[in-house]
């Protein structure tokens, strides 16, 4: 998965994205949710659905993609 790339519509106009199904356990997983909340500054929502997470797991990705997200606005919902 090549995601050296950022569109300038994803930067400037992506305002939420829903992934279903996501495996948050493995490398592409996390990979793809730090891309969209890393390069969409008008993030507002990411929606990530991984019914296989622990709570302790939620707790530290939400504690990660705080420090990692480049909108202010953006909430993170698993």
Do not use: H, W
Request: charged share 25%.
């Amino acid at each position: 998965m090549d995601l050296t790339k950022v569109p300038q519509c994803l930067i400037s106009t992506l305002e939420r994205v829903e992934i279903n199904k996501l495996n948050m356990c493995e490398g592409p997983g996390i990979k793809l949710a730090t891309y969209f909340l890393m390069n969409s500054e008008v993030l507002k929502k990411l929606s990530l659905n991984d019914s296989r997470m622990a709570n302790e797991d939620i707790n530290f990705y939400s504690g990660l993609f705080i420090l990692i997200k480049s909108s202010r606005e953006c909430q993170v919902f698993f």
